[in-house]
């Protein structure tokens, strides 16, 4: 099973970007999209935040929520607390709690991550599958 994180999203949804096939091809490889809440949420912040309009968006978040492969991950408290302890250990930003959640969601469940990020990629990969 995979996580999916929302670059992946971001990336299926629009076809003038720069890994919008590499997304698609994911998506269609994968048997369930385990999409954490914040993830959800992050996507839907997107959407508004590039003034999609009313119908588009709503027309893409049914779409996806309708997809079978959709799968809703809830946050539960332990993600919260390993992810605020992580940052405070590693001293880093508060604006990496987000990634710091979908990570701690990922260890919790172990699952893999599909994420076009860099950063949050090499620290899966450090942290969750060495």
Do not use: C, Q
């Amino acid at each position: 099973m995979t996580i999916v994180d929302t670059n992946i999203l971001i990336y299926d949804t629009f076809k003038d970007t720069a890994h919008h096939k590499e997304a698609r091809k994911l998506l269609d490889s994968l048997p369930k999209w385990n999409i954490p809440s914040i993830v959800l949420i992050e996507f839907i912040a997107f959407l508004n935040r590039i003034r999609l309009g009313r119908s588009n968006m709503l027309s893409k978040l049914n779409e996806l929520a309708n997809n079978p492969k959709f799968n809703l991950v809830e946050i539960e408290r332990e993600d919260l607390l390993e992810a605020l302890k992580t940052v405070e250990e590693e001293k880093t930003s508060t604006l990496r709690i987000n990634d710091k959640i979908i990570l701690s969601i990922t260890k919790r469940l172990g699952e893999d991550l599909a994420t076009f990020d860099k950063k949050l990629k090499e620290e899966y990969k450090r942290s969750y599958r060495s």
